[in-house]
């Protein structure tokens, strides 16, 4: 007896047969829910499969060492007073709050062929568009933020952002 209902069992069985994606549920940077829902869009396709591990190992890799950078930034400043926001970035959660996880689905989904595709029309993001978007690091943050001499965010502007948002409008 484990306690859990048998829908979480089904779950976490599911994801346990994909052992490369089991930390990102047991550190809770992805919900079980979540995590069966993209594994289920790959509909045993291999190729997406690998391409869904990839993207969250890659992710989860660049989530950690953000957190990192920034524990070290609060750690080595203890002089400046620091937002909340901003200290809950020392956490690899944080990096996985904001995710569009129905665009990954809705990718994953996404078996269109190549060569029914018109180079003008209008379809859906195929999975390999989704990649991580890299964020600006912690301490380029910081010098903006010494350099400011506010403890506002600076803008920040991401040349991935532009891409995500034409994936994600149409």
Known sequence: MTGYSDSK????????QHLKLVPLVADKLVGPSI??????????????????INALEAKRADAIERAREWKDIIRSNKHIKYERRD???????????????DAW??????????????????????FSALRPVPMPSASTFAS??????SS????LDCPASSTLRSILIS
């Open 9 to 16: 069992v089904d779950r976490l069985t599911l994801i346990s």
């Open 35 to 52: 995590m069966v829902k993209l594994i289920k869009a790959c509909k045993s396709n291999e190729d997406k499969l690998s391409a869904l």
């Open 87 to 101: 200290k809950d970035k020392r956490d690899p959660k944080t990096y996985f709050k904001n995710v569009d996880w």
């Open 105 to 126: 689905e809705d990718a994953l989904l996404d078996d269109v062929k190549e060569s029914d595709r018109s180079s003008n029309a209008t379809t859906t993001p195929t």
């Open 144 to 149: 903006e933020m010494r350099t400011s001499g």
């Open 152 to 155: 506002a965010s600076p803008s």
